[in-house]
């Protein structure tokens, strides 16, 4: 009974760690994007560079918070996949797990990087008077596709694979399950529009935010709160009942 509610406390924290990331991310992405400057605006490097420059302090903290974010969101995916241990739907909440710790990690790579390489063109761009646009562009290009795959996988397919493991499964609400599934197959579709259309006020402007951020919020955070009520999860009583046969 201990280990049970050892357990329970363990999944609580994990829920709560991943409900507060998706949060702090979400929140400190769409800063970046009203307060200083959209990435995906239409605008000269100059104009972009100049939003930077105005704030660069806030500019790489809010970054800094993106990553820690998306690290804690991390934890909530985690925390979700360990839930079907002992369940049929477990292969898939390991694919969902595999899916989650690559995408975090594109994601981790694309905010820390842009953080930090766009302050430097910003600083230089201040000193000398210019900077070569291509380098700018290119740069903002990688960063595009390393966060446009980071969505094809965190956002996208992870949820899917969780998604299909809560409707085979008995342990989540299945309007959970298939938010997760529906989320994950539109943000998919929304890389795949991104990759062959570029930035369009269709793709970045709707599709994104709907698919790339404001889905997997919810999916997450209403997730987390179920295993915050500590539902009967099958892991929880397989060491008791392991106990009871050898007895």
Known sequence: MRWATEKRTAFRIGAAAGIAGVTLAVLSALAVLVVIQDPFADVSAAAYMKGIAAMPGLWVLLHFAVTLGTSLRLAGLLTV?????GTPARPLAMIGNGFAVAGVALLIVTYARDGYVHTFLTQTW???????????????????????TGVLLVAGLAPLAYGLAMVVSSLYAKWIGWLGIAGGTGAVATAGYLYATGLTDLGYGVLYPLFGMLTPTVWLIAAGLQIWRAPALPSLTEPALAEGQHA
């Not at 000193?127 to 380098?135: D, L, Y």
């Open 81 to 85: 996949g360990e839930t079907f241990a």
């Open 126 to 148: 201040e000193q000398t008077g210019s900077v070569q646009e291509a380098i700018f562009s290119a740069s903002s290009r990688t960063a595009y596709s390393t966060e446009i």
